[in-house]
């Protein structure tokens, strides 16, 4: 351990040298210590240091991630400690470690990082709290990539975490921030650069070599989407629970649909009741063909509820989505108040209730509901209370959303414009990056030369004079002198 020791604390030097490290130098030097690790038994590094205590006091998380890393993972193995116990003595040193690690130095321990955080996955399901797991995982998955950007298998234990501890709203930062990538499963010459080395976007990093991604593949990032529009249902956020349900619909399929996109179907159809109060005419239009009809076939009762708003359909509808149902109709009820305000500029109360009103001669009740709509801003109008009698009172429909008490100010309307400004930013960049390393690929540069080599071929022929049923002085002119 003596001899250990100092080697285990000499990368990355601290304090940093006057003159960075260059990439080279950097990944040379980490590769060795990664080296070290891995040749040391774990029974050594778990044996403590000679003046009493244990490698954890010594090492600091945020300078020494690897050798810390390797260290906890030896004791978490370690078939003599009670490791598996939530809230215990390892348990504080990982969720310490995932806030304070070195997110350049744990891109060279992808395979030891995922054991992490599914030990910590692990410990608190097995410790009957699963909540107690969904702020380390957030802040793993958020430290490695701020931006989120590229889908790792970590995000799908995380989401699943989210909806086993109902930690709906915890699970925001992460799915709010789109997935625009995936790690690359090809080599290009993008490969040349290493993971020490500035990425314009996280899939520099996150590949097949660093496994910071377990292997993905098509069932899991469906399950991804799905259980992200579940979680944005139960927070009644229906316009980005739909984004997440059409994601899911409109993933290639071979041939039949899954039983994820079946599932999704039914839940879009009740979401888009929600958010709307009617279901769209059509699917994306870029479903595939097959899998719109399949999933209309087998999703019938539900496309029959978008069509007609009946309880008693609800005996056909599957369990799971009858706490949606109960809320479509409760919907109909919001919708058809908010459609009065493109036929009437103003209405009785009365009126109001003897058009949507379970108790038609419940006024009360419906002031109540209708005001609830106006301070939730799902209704653009004012209630014009005229005495205390609800018999009395008119609701007026705003014009437009520049007017009435839910209308935007200047301030807010540009603040929203700057917010979109900034995502089409974002999502061009994105595409930047990705046209970028997709001409960089090997199958790219190759189609590339074939089509190369066929425009050229093409070309030659249009200008050979000598080709069959081509005269070689066609295209003189014959107006010419002489």
Not at 131 to 156: E, K
Not at 193 to 214: E, M, V
Request: proline share 7%.
């Amino acid at each position: 351990m003596e001899s250990l020791l100092p080697q285990l604390v000499s990368f990355p030097p601290h304090p940093p040298p006057p003159l960075p490290l260059s990439d080279a130098a950097y990944d040379k030097g980490i590769k060795n210590l990664r080296k070290v690790l891995n040749d040391t038994p774990a029974n050594t590094l778990t044996a403590g240091v000679p003046n009493g205590g244990d490698l954890l006091d010594i090492l600091d998380p945020s300078i020494n991630t690897l050798p810390y890393l390797y260290v906890l993972l030896a004791h978490i193995n370690d078939g003599r400690q009670k490791s598996s116990v939530l809230g215990g003595p390892l348990w504080l040193k990982a969720v310490d470690f995932v806030e304070r690690f070195d997110e350049v130095q744990v891109r060279y321990v992808g395979t030891e990082f995922r054991r992490l955080t599914v030990w910590i996955r692990d410990v608190a399901l097995a410790g009957n709290r699963p909540a107690a797991a969904v702020r380390p995982i957030r802040s793993a998955i958020l430290r490695l990539d701020p931006s989120s950007s590229c889908f790792t298998s970590t995000h799908l234990v995380f989401v699943r975490q989210c909806l086993q501890a109902s930690t709906f709203r915890a699970a925001k930062p992460i799915l709010d921030k789109d997935t625009y990538e995936f790690p690359s499963s090809f080599k290009t010459q993008l490969s040349s650069q290493l993971p020490c080395s500035h990425h314009d976007t996280s899939s520099g990093f996150i590949t097949d070599q660093t496994k910071l991604s377990a292997g993905i593949n098509y069932r899991e990032v469906l399950q991804y989407f799905i259980y992200g529009a579940m979680v944005y249902m139960a927070l009644k956020e229906w316009h980005r629970a739909i984004l997440f349900l059409e994601i899911v619909l409109t993933a290639p399929a071979k041939s039949n649909s899954s039983r994820i996109q079946v599932e999704a179907y039914k839940k879009w159809v009740l979401a888009n009741l929600l958010a709307r109060g009617e279901v769209p005419g059509s699917l994306p239009r870029t479903t595939s063909p097959q899998v719109a009809k399949q999933v209309r076939t087998l999703g019938k009762p539900y496309g029959t509820l978008g069509e007609i708003f009946k309880d008693s359909l609800s005996k056909e509808l599957d369990d799971y989505n009858l706490s949606l149902v109960f809320q479509v109709l409760d919907a109909y009820r919001r919708f058809t108040i908010v459609k009065l305000a493109s036929t009437y500029a103003a209405l009785p109360l009365p009126e109001v209730t003897q058009r949507t009103s379970p108790d038609p001669n419940n006024h009360a009740e419906t002031a109540q509901y209708v005001a609830m709509m106006i301070n939730n801003g799902q209704l653009r109008a004012t209630l014009d209370q005229r005495s205390q009698d609800p018999q009395s009172w008119v609701l007026r429909f705003e014009p437009s959303s520049s007017t009435g008490p839910q209308a935007q100010s200047e301030q807010e309307q540009y603040e929203e414009l700057v917010g979109q400004a900034s995502k089409t930013a974002k999502l061009a960049d994105h595409v930047r990056e990705t046209d970028r390393k997709l001409s960089l690929s090997k199958d790219y540069i190759n189609w590339l030369k074939r089509s190369k080599k066929d425009s050229k071929a093409q070309a030659n022929d249009e200008e050979d004079p000598l080709l069959p049923g081509r005269h070689p002085f066609d295209d003189e002119d014959i107006m010419g002198n002489g």
